[in-house]
């Protein structure tokens, strides 16, 4: 498991990491979503010891990473935004250096470094020195060497960035699979990859974590909150005339479908279903004492994408030099 307690980092009087206080439970995929700049890199960077925090802890599997960085790195492997490859080492040459650095005992090196590279596709490149390889198969020499070991947790940090379409569906299958075993914590600053490949989203935004959740629940955090559709035969000025009539109806969007039907969208001033009443039991009597029957009624649900603007909003996205 890892604790991030209440980190702070601070770059001058720039706080780019705002007190995050989150845990994350073994054998999921976390997805850290948030705009350029919003403090993702420097978070996973202070989570696998690479970079101090002005404030705070990380605690991994019960190891501070500043106070036993050997035992709680050890069950790390990490995908730096620039990975840190050696450009005229061979890709066999590197690999196998990356797990004398991890300490793979002599014996299973090879074995290790074969595995990861059959997992990653590696073996046709693995005599080729690094710096003649593509963007695409330099990523994937880099989260070989994160996978290398097999460490509980994973830490990709926007592993799919200037892969071409073909690749990115590989890397992201790869990270499904390893994530039957392992943690994986990715970042990415697009929305539709963290939806996709992600069991739990937490949205940064300027260096905070403002929400955190599985992708459907987010999507019902808003939902509905104080918004209602229905659907009924009525025409639509006798729709807009029961729905004036029940109080906590603010705004109302009206439209006839092609199937002689009106649809309603209803805005309220309140929550849908607050405690001491549920405005959706006000408008089904309505409609029932008006011999308008109901074909439909629910509570509307946003979009992820409505819910991740939402809570990023007036962020600009930056290309500073933290982003790389
Ligand atoms: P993200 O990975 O979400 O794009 P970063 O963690 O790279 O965000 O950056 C967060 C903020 O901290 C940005 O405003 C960035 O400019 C700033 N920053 C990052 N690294 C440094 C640094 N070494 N020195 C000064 N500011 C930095
Ligand atoms: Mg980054």
Redesign the pocket.
């Not at 500073?320 to 982003?323: R, S």
């Given at each position: 498991m890892i604790e991030v307690k209440n980190l702070v980092k601070k770059?001058g009087t720039?706080l780019?990491v705002d007190h995050l206080d989150f845990q994350l439970e073994p054998g999921r995929i976390y997805g850290f979503l948030?705009p350029?700049?919003?403090?993702?890199?420097?978070?996973m960077n202070i989570m696998t010891g690479y970079l101090g925090a002005t404030e705070g802890a990380v605690v991994i599997d019960g190891h501070d990473i500043l106070r036993e960085p050997e035992e709680a790195k050890k069950h790390i492997g990490y995908l730096p935004e620039l990975p840190p490859l050696y450009m005229d080492m061979t890709v066999l040459e590197y690999l196998e250096f990356a797990a004398e650095l991890k300490e793979i005992p002599k014996k299973e090196r090879e074995a290790s470094v074969q595995k990861v590279m059959d997992i990653t596709k590696l073996n046709d490149v693995q005599f080729r020195l690094i710096k003649n390889l593509s963007k695409g198969y330099r990523q994937r020499v880099g989260l070989a060497q994160a996978i290398l070991g097999f460490p509980d947790i994973i830490i990709l940090d926007e592993p799919t960035v200037g892969l071409d379409p073909k690749q990115i569906i590989e890397i992201r299958e790869l990270i499904r699979e390893l994530a039957k075993e392992h943690t994986v914590i990715l970042?990415s600053h697009i929305l539709a990859e963290v939806r996709e490949v992600c069991d739990y989203i937490m949205i940064?935004s300027r260096g905070k974590l403002v929400a955190s959740d599985t992708p459907e629940n987010l999507e019902h955090l808003m939902a509905g909150q104080n918004s209602l559709e229905i659907e009924t035969k009525a025409e639509p000025e006798r729709v807009r005339k029961i729905l004036r009539s029940i109080s906590g109806v603010d705004k109302i969007e009206l439209e006839r479908t092609e199937e002689a039907t009106t649809y309603a969208r209803i805005e309220t001033g309140t929550a849908v279903s607050g405690e001491n009443q549920d405005i959706r039991e006000a408008i089904f009597l309505a409609f029932a004492e008006a011999g308008c029957p109901l074909l439909m009624l629910k509570a509307s649900k946003a979009s992820l994408e409505e819910v991740f603007m939402e809570l990023t909003q007036g962020e600009e996205a930056?290309a500073?030099?933290?982003?790389l």
């Open positions: 770059y720039h780019a948030g350029n700049g919003a403090g993702k890199s420097t978070t970042s940064i930056t500073d030099a933290g982003d």
